[in-house]
């Protein structure tokens, strides 16, 4: 992609402590985003739960692009661009489901669960001009870590595990919030906010802007609740950059390995009926362990560019344009596990989460505005700066500050500036 003139010298975008506005208004700066980091890295596109058994199906992005994600007869999980081979039209439009294979709706040319040209209705007229083997819908490299699907149109990328490095022992632990049961999605919901997708990115592990933007959370749950996530002067509460633009902000320190229990943490009162319910058919020491993860981990995990572990959900960004980016909010639960303790996770996803929740819709006003102000003044650099005097490096050699800080935002930039310079 040949950079336009109207692009300033990219490298002079991003400083240490500081971004340009352009990065969140400029339209030919966007179309080089999607070319330079969202169609050469590891984008998350599903998990594994979601396509569970053969024939099981769901349509994601990666970028810009539709993909469909599938499980194929043999087990095997496919990433295929969702586009006929003939004449471009999309062979799914359903976003999930089982099924044999997929059919376009134009010519119906038909594909199967691995992408493989199956069918052409009417060949007569293709004799020696077209071999069906030729024809697949087009596969992308596809990498799986701890249940988490990922995918690549660049088949010469370096492994997943590589690329995930240090956010790998954040993943593992993530997923202990099963509590011994396999993690699963419970269902999602999505919405479209009008700003830039990394002004979303940004957000997750932004502990900076809690207690301000969701002080009406604050004030709707029980105090214990609400002094489990008052990290304001909470030493324990840190950040951590892990390399490749990803990051960590540690939030409630004595569940950021849930597997780790001293016995004194008090379980909360608000749980009294699921802790009734289980006592009847479990024993205490695994009632306690699923009522510590009700919560989920006591962190948010930032894996750039597009999917964040935060806490008990899945959040995923796709950008729409310049000024426009679609979330969905994904709710976990525990793959075999009791029903009362899903359905009371689903309860705390929609009070926070939910699309008529206490958190979401004010972070969703909160990015609309960070749009609408850049957008009167550009020219004026976006500060992430936070911190960076306190900053210091932790016994892995990871820049670590107070989880209020701003050494996610650091380091997911840096990732950015580095991808975006990198011209193949």
Same mark, same amino acid.
């Given at each position: 992609?040949?950079?336009?003139?109207?692009?300033?010298?990219?490298?002079?975008?991003?400083?240490?402590?500081?971004?340009?506005?352009?990065?969140? +208004?400029?339209?030919?700066?966007?179309?080089?985003?999607? !070319?330079?980091?969202?169609? &050469?890295?590891?984008?998350?596109?599903? /998990? =594994?739960?979601?396509?569970?058994?053969?024939?099981?199906?769901?349509?994601?992005?990666?970028? &810009?692009?539709?993909?469909?994600?599938?499980?194929?007869?043999?087990?095997?999980?496919?990433?295929?661009?969702?586009?006929? &081979?003939?004449?471009?039209?999309?062979?799914?439009?359903?976003?999930?489901?089982?099924?044999?294979?997929?059919?376009?709706?134009?010519?119906?040319?038909?594909?199967?669960?691995?992408? +493989?040209?199956?069918?052409?209705?009417?060949?007569?007229?293709? *004799?020696?001009?077209?071999? %069906? %083997? !030729?024809?697949?819908?087009?596969?992308?490299?596809?990498?799986?870590?701890?249940?988490?699907?990922?995918?690549?149109?660049? /088949? *010469?990328?370096?492994?997943?595990?590589?690329?995930?490095?240090?956010?790998?022992?954040?993943?593992?632990?993530?997923? %202990?919030?099963?509590?011994?049961?396999?993690?699963?999605?419970?269902?999602?919901?999505?919405?479209?906010?009008?700003?830039?997708?990394?002004?979303?990115?940004?957000?997750?592990?932004?502990?900076?802007?809690?207690?301000?933007?969701?002080?009406?959370?604050?004030?709707?749950?029980?105090?214990?609740?609400?002094?489990?996530?008052?990290?304001?002067?909470?030493?324990?509460?840190?950040?951590?950059?892990?390399?490749?633009?990803?990051?960590?902000?540690?939030?409630?320190?004595?569940?950021?390995?849930?597997?780790?229990?001293?016995?004194?943490?008090?379980?909360?009162?608000?749980?009294?009926?699921?802790?009734?319910?289980?006592?009847?058919?479990?024993?205490?020491? @695994?009632?306690?362990?699923?009522?510590?993860?009700?919560?989920?981990?006591?962190?948010?995990?930032?894996?750039?560019?597009?999917?964040?572990?935060?806490?008990?959900?899945? @959040?995923?960004?796709?950008?729409?344009?310049?000024?426009?980016? =679609?979330? @969905?909010?994904?709710?976990?639960?525990?793959?075999?596990?009791?029903?009362?303790?899903?359905?009371?996770?689903?309860?705390?996803? *929609?009070?926070?989460?939910?699309?008529?929740?206490?958190?979401?819709?004010?972070?969703?006003?909160?990015?609309?505005?960070?749009?609408?102000?850049?957008?009167?003044?550009?020219?004026?650099?976006?500060?992430?700066? @936070?911190?960076?005097?306190?900053?210091?490096?932790?016994?892995?050699?990871?820049?670590?500050? /107070?989880?209020?800080?701003? +050494?996610?935002?650091?380091?997911?930039?840096?990732?950015?500036?580095?991808?975006? +310079?990198?011209?193949?």
């Amino acid at each position: 992609m040949t950079v336009s003139p109207e692009i300033p010298d990219i490298a002079t975008l991003v400083e240490d402590d500081r971004v340009a506005g352009t990065l969140y +208004t400029g339209p030919e700066l966007f179309e080089l985003e999607m !070319d330079r980091i969202f169609h &050469r890295t590891w984008v998350w596109v599903a /998990h =594994e739960s979601e396509i569970a058994k053969a024939g099981d199906f769901k349509t994601a992005w990666v970028g &810009r692009r539709p993909v469909i994600v599938s499980r194929d007869r043999r087990g095997g999980i496919n990433v295929l661009l969702n586009r006929c &081979r003939h004449r471009g039209a999309s062979v799914c439009e359903v976003p999930k489901g089982n099924g044999n294979g997929f059919t376009c709706p134009y010519h119906a040319w038909s594909y199967a669960l691995d992408g +493989t040209l199956r069918g052409i209705p009417y060949p007569e007229g293709y *004799e020696n001009v077209t071999e %069906k %083997k !030729d024809l697949p819908l087009q596969r992308l490299k596809v990498g799986t870590y701890a249940g988490m699907i990922f995918a690549s149109f660049d /088949h *010469e990328i370096e492994p997943l595990e590589d690329f995930l490095g240090g956010a790998r022992l954040w993943i593992d632990r993530f997923m %202990k919030q099963g509590a011994g049961y396999p993690i699963k999605v419970q269902g999602e919901h999505k919405f479209r906010f009008q700003g830039n997708w990394k002004i979303q990115l940004e957000n997750t592990t932004d502990w900076y802007h809690f207690p301000i933007v969701h002080r009406s959370w604050m004030s709707s749950v029980d105090a214990e609740t609400a002094s489990m996530l008052s990290i304001m002067t909470d030493e324990s509460a840190v950040t951590h950059a892990l390399g490749n633009g990803h990051s960590v902000s540690v939030s409630v320190a004595e569940h950021a390995d849930l597997d780790v229990d001293d016995g004194t943490e008090k379980l909360q009162e608000r749980f009294s009926h699921v802790i009734e319910e289980l006592s009847k058919d479990l024993p205490p020491e @695994r009632v306690r362990r699923i009522v510590r993860s009700m919560h989920g981990a006591g962190f948010n995990l930032n894996l750039f560019p597009n999917v964040a572990m935060s806490m008990s959900f899945f @959040r995923v960004l796709r950008p729409v344009s310049v000024a426009e980016t =679609e979330i @969905r909010h994904v709710a976990l639960g525990l793959d075999g596990g009791p029903e009362i303790v899903n359905r009371e996770r689903l309860r705390i996803h *929609e009070h926070f989460q939910g699309p008529f929740g206490f958190g979401s819709p004010d972070d969703a006003e909160a990015w609309n505005r960070v749009q609408r102000g850049v957008a009167g003044g550009a020219d004026m650099p976006i500060l992430v700066n @936070r911190g960076l005097g306190r900053e210091k490096p932790n016994d892995l050699g990871q820049p670590t500050s /107070h989880a209020t800080d701003e +050494t996610g935002m650091r380091e997911a930039y840096a990732m950015w500036k580095r991808m975006m +310079t990198d011209v193949k």
